[in-house]
Each structure stands twice: as structure tokens, then as C-alpha cells.
């Protein structure tokens, strides 16, 4: 079983529901969820259920649609009403990962423009067309990410990565792991992947092992903070990371711990590339310090993954999920349109992000 036959995120035949691959159960039970209702689609995100900035915009897209198409109404201004209340609804579940709002203000860009042309049942009809695109553009994307990383890439690279960004954390192929894919289908059989456990959701550990295991690529797991003396021993010669927000000066967050890979990544002389779907690029926002971080349950580092607790009962506990990295340890920004250098806010703009 090779994790490229598992889909993330899709409609079911009935355009009714949502499908989407439970990863809080990954590596060790692979179930799928069938969701209709807000509720249980505001929690699928929240509890990572479904993961990774652009599965999650694509959860999104599906996932208003869905729940706005449930009102049976021939009113449009009824329809409206109702659909922005959900919207406000979804976007609630995750502050960080800015697909998940793109992917919501995208949708409701195409209600406004067509609620003066359309009917309700046309308009649902409508909204299904968005949200499926949003859905093949994101393989495309991931492809298009990986073939640029690829070219990166020499025989026998050690690849190190942190989190999880590869096809579990996308519609298909990943970001961060997409290169890695790439070289699968050109027959490349030497690379080696160094996966980062990713305390304390372990993200790495179950997801990102787990993917490059099945998908016959020689992994290795390590600790985080093995990271520096695995550098230190020459085994790494490149770094992928996904992220989940960029500021237009190249600040950006990603899963916690990753601005210390990038700290060690520059001390050894590594190059590190970050892998953004342009839709990740927020030019609204001068540097990371605007980025809000999402802050996690305490439970998820004293008592999650344990057989008993192992941290003392009162203890304080502090669990931001993100971190923000600083666009100077950065190498470059692999995007679908092309690989932005610094100064990036100058090569975004050259390549046409806005």
C-alpha cells in the first residue's frame, strides 16, 4: 500500500458529504469519515482529523459548500445570509493556516458575483464547480511544487523534513515530499528521507514515516533534537518544509520546532527551501510578527501518546503549534509559479502573486 492511494479529502457521489481520511488514527488504523454537518466539519479541522494548509482549504471549500447547500430555500438573500453565517462558522476552527480562509473567501467571491444571475439550486450547483476546482488546482499545484524541488535534488540526498507535507497534508503529492514523488517517477531509488518525530502531535513520526515507508523510500525517523548532530554527521544535503502561512517579506509559519531546523540548517551551511502553494502567500502581512499562532491544548504534551500521564499534575504548560521562521534562514520559496529568492517580497510580485 503506497500512501499515494489514499484520498485526503473528497466529494462523495452524492455531493452531499464530505470523505475524508481520519489522521489522528495514522499510522495504525486507516479510516475514512463521512461528514455533512458544521459541526462535525469545524472539528474534523480543529482536531486535525484533517490536516495541512491546503487539504485544509480544500476540507473548506467542500465543507461550505455543503453545509450553505443544506438550506432548502428559493430565496438568494436567505441563501446569502445563511452561507456567510457558516463561513464565519468554518473559519473559526484554525487561526493559523491561512488556506483555510482563502479557500472560504474564495468560495464566497463566487457567490457574490453570481447572486444576481443565478437561482439557489443553480448557485449550489455553482459552489460544487468552485470547490472541486479547488481541488484539482491543489494536485496540480503539489506537481508543479515537486518538479521544481526535484530539480534540487542530486543522487544519494539526504532529505531532511519536519511536520508532515507530503500527499497527506495536500489533495495529492504533498508540498515538502513532492519532490521526493518526483524522483520516485524518474526511477530515482537512492534518496534517503530523514523524517522529524514532530513533538507532541507527532506528525512526522505517523504521518510523514509513514508515507515514505510505504511509498518504498529509505526513511529514517529521528527525535527532533537529533536533527543538529544528524546534520553535523553530513547525512543531510537539503532541507523541505511545507508551511501554512507566509508573509509577504518570506517570515513564515510552519509546525512547531521548525525555526529551529532552520537555525541549525544555516549554522551547518544546508539549504533550506520552503514549499508554498502560492495560496499560502498572505502579502497583506509585512513580516511573521503579524502571524497569529494558534495555541493547543495542554493535554497534547503531558498526557497524549502515553500509557499514564508523564508530566507532574499542575504543571504549566505552554503548546504553541506553529513557530514563525525568519525569512533570513531561508534558502528559497518553492511555489507552483517558480522558486522565489530573497528579497522576496520583490519575487513574489515578479512572479505574479499578489
Known sequence: MNA???DTVVLADNKKEMIILDQTLLPGEIKYLTLSKAEDIWEAIY???VRGAPAIGVAAGYGIYIVASQLETDDMDAFVKNFKEKKAYLDSSRPTAVNLSWALNRMEKVLEENRDKL???QMKERLCQEADAIREED???SRSIGNLG??????????LTHCNAGTLATAKYGTALAPVYIALEHGWDDLHVFCDETRPLLQGARLSAFEMQTAGVDTTLICDNMASITMKRGKI????VGCDRVASNGDFANKIGTSGVAILAKHYGIPFYVCAPSSTIDMSLKSGDEIVIEERPAEEVTEMWYAKRMAPEGVKVNNPAFDVTDHSLVTGIITE???AYAPF????????IK
Not at 517580497?345 to 505574479?352: P, R, S, T
Request: proline share 0%; aromatic share 8%.
Open 4 to 6: 499515494l492511494s489514499l
Open 47 to 49: 482536531a486535525l482529523r
Open 119 to 121: 437561482t439557489v439550486a
Open 139 to 141: 494536485i496540480a499545484i
Open 150 to 159: 526535484f530539480e534540487l535534488l542530486h543522487h544519494g540526498d539526504g532529505i
Open 237 to 240: 544535503n537539503i532541507v523541505f
Open 337 to 339: 509559479k517558480g522558486i
Open 345 to 352: 517580497d520583490k519575487a513574489f510580485e515578479k512572479l505574479g
